[in-house]
């Protein structure tokens, strides 16, 4: 369908297609501009065989056109990460294939119109030196990339004679401080170890199986093995028996089971440098939002896991989690001035906060927003890693970045200390600011995307492994593309173009969703759970007249409420929100709206996009006149109150949007579907995934504001025909979040996750030093450059 020789075919229709766009005066079109048109042109032909040709197939995947007469440059999405580029001549009307370059060079044309073809200018490309790599050749393994490593190497090197001397080796590193794990130096060859562990077996079969470490150490010491087997016989024995099993057959699920048994990760630092980060009192405070809740109920669910398993292995040490961020000396009540923070719900994990340092080495004492942090990082890391050591006692085994700030630390903390490193994205800036890229000196005194998108290629790919929410983050859908596929190709004019900048087919990347904290967040019919206590209160929130920080006052407070909760940032619409519904008297007359974000005043706020959008809402409000019907607080709500709240408003049978125009994740839209709420997100991002449109929830197109008033119309009026359609989608809602979205799965397999990385790490060349290199090189030559010019 694809090929190329195919469009010869229909070179007038993609003269029609095209001709108009140069006439217009703009010329950028995106995959969404060019589909509209398509359909226009076949409208206006009457052209029903062109629509279902394989040409409406074709243009169906283009991404993105670039327009300037006689040319038209087009970027062709052949299928996730795989693109072709051409151009056509409008006069002479033909077209050709062109390199990736060439229509990076075209659109830098229309930044910079002196830009000449011969012109040099710097060409990230990281391709060559993945070409020994083993790569996923199948989109619908993306996201699945350790199975597939695990898969590819067992078959590759454990069945080779070589493999068993590779698990020996890895078997005899493991120690804790100066505790050996595992096996001592009695074994001393893969001879001795088979012997071993036939003896061994033969031993603990005449053991109690409840029998523990304690009552059979001493034999198996003298046979060569150490703590790491099992708490009881009975696990020992089954631990053995895999070992043996794949020693004599590998088999990569039994790779995976036994490397999931195996201590080897007991201390773990997490990094999440910016925004405000604690434990209460900061939510909805500027660039403080999901990524701190999830990094919370991620840490719970961390150490659980982990003291699970060594309690299964029958080792006796406490795993040890630091969440590393920044201490902020003027913290606006919250408690970002202590260094140490223990967190609650946890034995050992720990908040540590490292001071930003300014070129004089002083302390930074104010917040700073996410997109100005980056002449700190450099320095942060340095302290990081002196506070860290000094607090851990050693190095951690596993180092966890999060967003572009933390990754970048951990890329420097990891290369340093020798330690895996894993990247979690939550949001790629990338993603949300439309051509963000190609302009991004018009942006660069805000937002400093250059310096952020440096930073991201260089994490990304020093990363030992990459965990997503979605598949989407990393490949996109038939629609869009994925935020991690938005970087493999793109340019920054005048300053460098990225030619192949990450592969999405890479087995770096595992999808491993994350969950709602399910004590919080449960289904408004678990009665015996719920906090009754916290009624009056919300009521103050949704219609007392003296609830401070709140506008507008609801009249009819029986009408079911439309509720949004988010951090007031342009990205989240809450204002294209209020103008859908201020456009909309029938979906006034059957809900009223209420909104959780940022501050009503805008003396409160810190935050330049926050403060614009504060000044939009009351515009609007006023425009609309909407104070009897739109209900908005500025409050930041802990989390038990905000999840009774979700409960409360299922109860009066309300519904949950989440109205942005791109949303990475989205753990609001788990929260309000975990407690039941029928809810209706973007179809930007994650929550594209994350609903089933019509079973547990909706999507509803942002762009497209008064089809979503209609959307909402429609299902209210359906509920007052028909009671149990809200019941229907409420307990789909339920369903989808419960089987799919939790956090011990999540725990689970991040576990095992680092445990096959690691392994493999030990016993293969998984370094990609070749890539280091290059990317220290990028990192000192174009990354510090761009950081130290952020001003600061
Ligand atoms: N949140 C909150 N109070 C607020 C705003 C947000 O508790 O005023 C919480 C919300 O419950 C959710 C998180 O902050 O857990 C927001 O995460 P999400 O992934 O929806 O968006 P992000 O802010 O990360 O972009
Ligand atoms: C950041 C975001 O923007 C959200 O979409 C995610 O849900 C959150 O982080 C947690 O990953």
């Known amino acids: 369908m694809m090929e190329w020789e195919l469009q010869e075919h229909y070179q007038k229709a993609l003269y029609l297609l095209f001709r108009p766009l140069l006439a217009e005066n703009r010329m950028l079109f995106l995959h969404s501009d060019i589909g509209d048109r398509f359909e226009q042109l076949c409208q206006q032909y009457q052209e029903e065989d062109l629509k279902n040709s394989p040409l409406a197939h074709w243009v169906g995947s283009i991404q993105e056109v670039v327009a300037t007469y006689p040319w038209v440059y087009l970027s062709v999405r052949i299928s996730a990460g795989e693109y072709m580029f051409c151009r056509f001549h409008i006069d002479v009307m033909k077209q050709e294939l062109i390199e990736t370059q060439v229509f990076l060079q075209f659109k830098e044309r229309l930044v910079n119109v002196n830009q000449r073809e011969e012109d040099w200018l710097l060409e990230i490309d990281l391709a060559p030196f993945q070409r020994d790599f083993p790569r996923l050749s199948e989109q619908r393994s993306i996201g699945r990339g350790v199975e597939f ?41 893969i001879t001795t170890l088979k012997q071993a562990l036939r003896f061994a077996e033969k031993y603990l079969s005449s053991q109690p199986p409840t029998a523990t470490w304690q009552a059979v150490c ?148 104010y917040w700073i927003s996410r997109f100005a942090i980056w002449p700190y990082l ?145 289904p408004y019919t678990y009665q015996q759970q719920r906090l009754p206590e916290l009624h009056g209160e919300i009521e103050n929130l949704l219609f007392g007249s003296s609830c401070e920080k709140s506008c507008g006052e609801l009249a009819d407070t029986d009408k079911p409420l439309i509720f949004t909760m988010a951090r007031l940032d342009r990205i989240k619409n809450l ?74 408003i299922a109860d009066k ?26 809810t209706f997100a973007t179809c930007y991002g994650g929550p594209l995934e994350i609903i089933q449109h019509g079973v547990s929830g909706f999507h509803i197109d942002p762009t497209h504001g008064e089809k979503v008033a209609e959307q909402l119309v429609e299902f209210f009026q359906r509920c007052q025909q028909d009671p149990n359609y809200w019941q229907t989608i409420s307990q789909g809602a339920i369903k989808r979040i419960q089987s799919r979205y939790n956090w011990k799965l999540y725990a689970e397999r991040l576990m095992t996750l680092s445990r096959i990385y690691g392994f493999w790490k030990h016993a293969t060349n998984l370094e990609r030093l070749e890539t280091q290199r290059y990317l220290e090189m990028f990192y000192g030559l174009m990354y510090r450059h761009l950081a130290v010019n952020v001003p600061h």
């Open 149 to 189: 490593l695990n898969r590819h190497l067992c078959n590759q090197l454990l069945s080779k004679k070589q493999g068993e001397s590779l698990i020996l080796d890895f078997l005899l590193v493991h120690q804790y401080q100066e505790q050996q794990l595992m096996l001592n130096n009695r074994i001393t060859n």
């Open 575 to 648: 204002t294209g929100l209020v103008e859908w519904y201020g456009n909309s008297p029938q979906l006034q007359a059957v809900a009223n709206l209420f909104v959780i974000a940022g501050h009503t005043n805008m003396e409160e706020s810190t935050d330049d996009e926050e403060r614009h959008q504060i000044g939009v809402m009351y515009e609007l409000l006023s425009r609309y006149q909407l104070s009897e019907k739109v209900r908005w607080v500025g409050k930041h709500l802990d989390k038990r109150l905000s999840g009774e709240l979700y409960r409360y």
């Open 653 to 678: 049978k309300g519904i949950f949007i989440q109205p942005a125009l791109f949303e990475a994740f989205g753990l609001t839209v788990i929260e309000a579907m975990a407690s039941g709420m029928p």
């Open 378 to 522: 450099e320095r942060f890391a340095v302290d990081v890693e002196r506070e860290l050591l000094g607090y851990l006692g050693g190095r951690p085994d596993l180092i966890i970045g999060n967003y572009s700030d933390g990754n970048l630390v951990a890329t420097l903390l990891s290369q340093r200390l020798q330690v895996t490193q894993c990247t979690i994205a939550h949001a790629l800036e990338r993603s949300k600011y439309l051509y963000s890229d190609l302009y991004w000196r018009e942006n660069d005194a805000q937002y400093h995307f250059a310096t952020q998108f440096t930073a991201d290629l260089i994490a990304m790919n020093t990363s030992d492994f990459i965990i997503t929410s979605t598949y989407q983050e990393i490949a996109g859908n038939q629609q869009s593309i994925g935020q991690y596929e938005s970087y493999e190709f793109f340019t920054l004019p005048e300053l460098y173009r990225v030619i192949n900048g990450i592969d999405v087919y890479d087995p770096k990347f595992n999808i491993v969703s994350p969950g709602a904290d399910e004590t919080i967040y449960f």
């Open 218 to 365: 001493h034999r198996m010491q003298e046979m060569g093995f150490e703590p790491g087997w099992g708490r009881t016989v009975e696990r020992m024995i089954d631990t053995i028996s895999l070992l043996t099993d794949i020693l004599q057959a590998p088999d990569p699920n039994e790779v995976e089971r036994f490397l999931a048994r195996v201590p080897m990760v007991f201390k773990v630092a997490i990094l999440s440098p910016h925004g405000y980060f604690g434990q209460a009192g900061v939510f909805g405070l500027p660039d403080t939002g999901g990524q701190v809740v999830y990094i919370l109920d991620q840490v719970k669910s961390l150490e659980k896991e982990m003291r699970s398993r060594l309690f299964e292995q029958g080792i006796d040490i406490q795993p040890k989690i630091v969440i590393i961020t920044r201490l902020i000396p003027d913290a606006i009540m919250t408690t970002c001035h202590e260094r140490l923070e223990p967190i609650l719900g946890t034995e050992n994990a720990i908040i540590l906060r490292v001071p930003f340092r300014n070129d004089k080495g002083e302390i930074v004492p």
